[in-house]
């Protein structure tokens, strides 16, 4: 067993992640960024949970794109992230998802 201090991790390049667990195919990780992720469409569905730091959350809904701001200990079914600064987000997603 480890304790993953979420704070103290930092990665040397935008969007850095350290594997928390595998459970039967579904991933959960600790990302660590400064940088907004690329729009994208998911290969599956994510659950983005923000431990540190305050997210914009960039989703599509009919064809319009919305934002929605997040701050630590918020939780959010999402597409895209654009942090403010740096932060620390937990990503619950099948396995080998982009």
């Not at 304790?3 to 040397?12: A, I, P």
């Not at 969007?15 to 990302?31: E, K």
């Not at 895209?80 to 740096?86: C, D, I, Q, T």
Request: glycine content about 8%; hydrophobic content about 40%; cysteine-free.
């Amino acid at each position: 067993m480890r304790v993953v201090r979420s704070k103290e991790f930092t990665g040397n390049r935008p969007w850095a992640a350290i594997d928390i667990a595998n459970m039967s195919g579904t991933t959960t990780r600790l990302h660590w960024t400064n940088q907004p992720y690329t729009w994208h469409v998911n290969s599956g569905d994510e659950v983005f949970a923000v431990l540190d730091g305050t997210v914009d959350m960039h989703y599509r809904e009919s064809g319009a794109e919305n934002i929605v701001t997040l701050h630590a200990g918020d939780v959010f079914f999402a597409e895209v992230a654009h942090p403010r600064g740096e932060a620390r987000i937990l990503v619950v997603e099948r396995e080998g998802s982009v």
